[in-house]
């Protein structure tokens, strides 16, 4: 069964920018799409943003659009997470999954979660 390992966490200040990996440890077949979603203390886990593996499409939620990117490098079944113009309401622990179907915002069918890497954002 594949795992997913996120990584590239860490504390910025408001402004700056983070790269956050989520590194699969072989190819994430049967899954095609691949989601970052965040957390926060006291708060629901939400859906950032998520890939179609094959074809590349993506969504994103709309409190990010605009600053965050994800990305995917199939030779290294890697998807990316570039994070600019951070804000502080961005601080949470942020995780890694995948499902079967199309790139989703919801936590639904989303499986395989990764341990998580902690963004914090200070003002």
């Known amino acids: 069964q594949v795992q997913l390992v996120e990584s590239g966490g860490g504390s910025v200040q408001a402004g700056g920018s983070l790269r956050l990996s989520c590194a699969a440890s072989?190819?994430?077949?049967?899954?095609?799409?691949v989601a970052w979603f965040r957390q926060a203390p006291g708060k629901e886990r939400e859906g950032v943003a998520a890939?179609?593996?094959?074809?590349?499409?993506?969504n994103y939620a709309g409190s990010v659009k605009g600053r965050f990117t994800i990305s995917r490098d199939n030779a290294k079944n890697t998807v990316y997470l570039q994070m600019n113009s951070l804000k502080p309401e961005d601080t949470a622990m942020y995780y890694c999954?995948?499902?079967?179907?199309?790139?989703?915002?919801?936590?639904?069918?989303?499986?395989?979660w990764g341990q998580g890497t902690q963004v914090t954002v200070s003002s």
């Open positions: 072989g190819s994430i077949y049967p899954f095609n799409s």
């Open positions: 999954a995948a499902r079967v179907g199309r790139e989703g915002l919801s936590v639904e069918g989303y499986r395989n």
């Open positions: 890939i179609y593996i094959g074809a590349g499409s993506t």
